[in-house]
DNA sequence: CTCTTTGCCTAAAACCTTTAGGCGTGGGCA
DNA sequence: TGCCCACGCCTAAAGGTTTTAGGCAAAGAG
């Protein structure tokens, strides 16, 4: 739970919460991470901040903005602890590693991995972290020996992994079936190590 | 656009509408299609229907239910052009048959496609076509040599990429980069069948 | 021809979004 | 020190969606 400012009390005219894009953006992140971020309302957040509902609105454009902000915020972190993965790594241990990173934040923070997920128009998907992203995917391919255009299919397939299997996984999708997800986690990297490291020749 | 009776006329009380569930859902299924999954509402429906919304309530409990109905339908619906793409064929056909029946279908149908990945709560994921999704890319799988668990990591391995590349080129996603997209899939096509073929044995 | 069921309607409460305009309070400036 | 203005949150209000409760008329059964 968020443990933000009351002012309940009968006080007539009590100083300022002190409301900022930013901290409305955290504390709209920290709700989507609690309820889903399909239920991240401005409402919500106001009721939170012991506000009322139109305050925000000088901070926050409308419910659309505020949504695009938390997206951006959840791919900046992401590209964060990506970048912080990848570093000092290579081959394998690297592709693993950036991995997790995708896998673990998604576990730790559904609410804003699904923020991640949010379309972005695309001016906003400009300016976001997803360019870092396909940076670091590219980087780490840097261990394995893929020229152009194979890079970027490289690239587009390793996305395409994360961001399905996690997705899948988070939606309870692997449920009711017999081994174990982080089995088949560790052995669908494997794979995947295994294919960039004898990628298939254009035919 | 749905052309559904129209009743704005003096008539006092006109003859009834004949709404179905079954109507429901698919205009529901429709209406996704046209201004996005998430933007499918009760109002609007009855809106289209020129009935008041209230009179949607007798045929579906309530919004999520309706959801789930639309969703419950895109997964049948993918997985009968699934079953009818895979009749006949094996091997490296056969799973870019079943590949391209996803991606079709989500083009044709984003919004039912964003249905499909609609959190269903575990009693109507059970009752889903998710299952036989579930067998027929195991059935896919019988033109490889793979036994289990790899069979089952294999299933799993191509559902992510198969979802994960389709939502992220439906998003947008890969734009504004250079090899075009249709490259890049069949490529990646190439290189699960080169993966399935020599999996890679467990540690 | 009456009875019951069915099907859509009116009414109403609760909640979310968004805009417009108001008014203290605090910081800046003299 | 004191005045002023911009900032920060508020009230008010309109419009849309969700959901429940209860009503009335038409359609179909006996």
Same mark, same amino acid.
């Given at each position: 739970?968020?443990?933000?400012?009351?002012?309940? #009390?009968?006080?007539?005219?009590?100083?300022?919460?002190?409301?900022?894009?930013?901290?409305?953006?955290? @504390?709209?992140?920290?709700? @989507?991470?609690?309820?889903?971020?399909? $239920?991240?309302?401005?409402?919500?957040?106001?009721? $939170?901040?012991?506000?009322?509902?139109?305050?925000?609105?000088?901070?926050?454009?409308?419910?659309?903005?505020?949504?695009?902000?938390?997206?951006?915020?959840?791919?900046?972190?992401?590209?964060?602890?990506?970048?912080?993965?990848?570093?000092?790594?290579?081959?394998? #241990?690297?592709?693993?590693?950036?991995?997790?990173?995708?896998? #673990?934040?998604?576990?730790?923070?559904?609410?804003?991995?699904?923020?991640?997920?949010?379309?972005?128009?695309?001016?906003?998907?400009?300016?976001?972290?997803?360019?870092?992203?396909?940076?670091?995917?590219?980087?780490?391919?840097?261990?394995?020996?893929?020229?152009?255009?194979?890079?970027?299919?490289?690239?587009?397939?390793?996305?395409?992994?994360?961001?399905?299997?996690?997705?899948?996984?988070?939606?309870?999708?692997?449920?009711?079936?017999?081994? #174990?997800?982080?089995?088949?986690?560790?052995?669908?990297?494997?794979?995947?190590?295994?294919?960039?490291?004898?990628?298939?020749?254009?035919?």
């Amino acid at each position: 739970m968020l443990t933000l400012a009351k002012r309940k #009390d009968a006080t007539p005219m009590t100083p300022r919460v002190g409301l900022t894009t930013e901290r409305l953006v955290q @504390a709209g992140a920290t709700l @989507a991470d609690e309820v889903g971020f399909d $239920r991240v309302t401005v409402s919500e957040l106001a009721r $939170r901040f012991d506000v009322k509902v139109a305050s925000l609105y000088s901070h926050v454009k409308n419910s659309h903005d505020l949504k695009t902000r938390i997206a951006l915020l959840a791919l900046e972190e992401l590209a964060d602890r990506a970048a912080d993965a990848l570093a000092g790594r290579a081959g394998k #241990d690297a592709l693993v590693a950036l991995a997790n990173v995708y896998r #673990d934040y998604a576990r730790e923070h559904p609410g804003r991995y699904a923020a991640a997920q949010f379309r972005l128009d695309p001016e906003a998907a400009a300016a976001s972290a997803g360019v870092r992203h396909a940076k670091m995917t590219r980087a780490l391919l840097r261990g394995y020996d893929l020229d152009e255009p194979d890079q970027t299919h490289a690239v587009r397939l390793l996305g395409s992994v994360f961001h399905g299997y996690v997705s899948i996984e988070m939606g309870g999708g692997f449920s009711h079936s017999a081994p #174990d997800t982080e089995e088949t986690w560790s052995r669908v990297l494997d794979a995947l190590d295994t294919l960039l490291r004898s990628w298939p020749p254009a035919p």
